[in-house]
């Protein structure tokens, strides 16, 4: 079976939407995907930004805004908010994610996003990542305690400086298995179609 990294930051708008249908195209293309969340935040001031383009473009951002509401609602997922602040702080969401294991790790991804985006809850917060992991099943109180641990700290520092080395500069990003990189939520299908050999170039 045909594999692809998926690069995600809990704090980019357009990996919510991806997360949200990525998998159900990826089982019926036959492909397995990798979910790897990282911090795109030192990633964009190794580019001279210390914040995200939302903000120092406002015109593009409140244009961005009403497309996420658009792309939400032609999803069926509820209606789309930005979180304030914006772009939210995704270290412990990030964390948690890698704490948990590869199998659990995507469905706990789409939990975080609709907690951030439809509910406006503030995933930094340890009560809300430990609300969304109970819910979910999980020993809340021994994921949150792995967050703070060195494996965990360093497995995420590693991510992040392994999605910079291979260039990437923004989320979502799909990675087939040769190097070819699709950068946004409009391109899963074609990165889905590259995986599989259904190449068009």
């Known amino acids: ?83 304030v602040p914006f772009p939210a702080n995704s270290l412990l969401a990030s964390r948690t994610a890698l704490a948990l294991s590869n199998e659990a790790r995507p469905e706990f991804s789409r939990a975080v996003y609709l907690a951030e985006f439809s509910e406006g809850r503030d995933i930094s917060d340890r009560g809300t990542i430990g609300d969304l992991l109970a819910r979910l099943g999980h020993d809340a109180e021994a994921v949150l305690a792995k967050t703070g641990e060195q494996t965990v700290k360093d497995k995420l520092r590693a991510e992040t400086e392994e999605a910079g080395r291979q260039g990437i500069f923004g989320a979502p990003n799909f990675v087939a298995e040769d190097g070819e990189h699709f950068w946004g939520n409009d391109r899963l299908e074609q990165a889905l179609d590259w995986a599989t050999g259904r190449r068009s170039t």
């Open 1 to 83: 079976m045909a594999k692809m990294d998926f690069w995600y930051d809990f704090a980019s708008t357009y990996s919510y939407l991806a997360a949200m249908r990525a998998e159900p195209l990826a089982t019926a293309a036959g492909v397995t995907l990798r979910w790897r969340p990282f911090l795109l935040g030192p990633i964009f001031k190794s580019h001279g930004m210390d914040t995200s383009p939302f903000n120092i473009y406002p015109v593009k951002g409140r244009y961005s805004v009403r497309d996420l509401e658009r792309l939400a609602e032609r999803q069926g997922l509820p209606k789309f908010h930005l979180p």
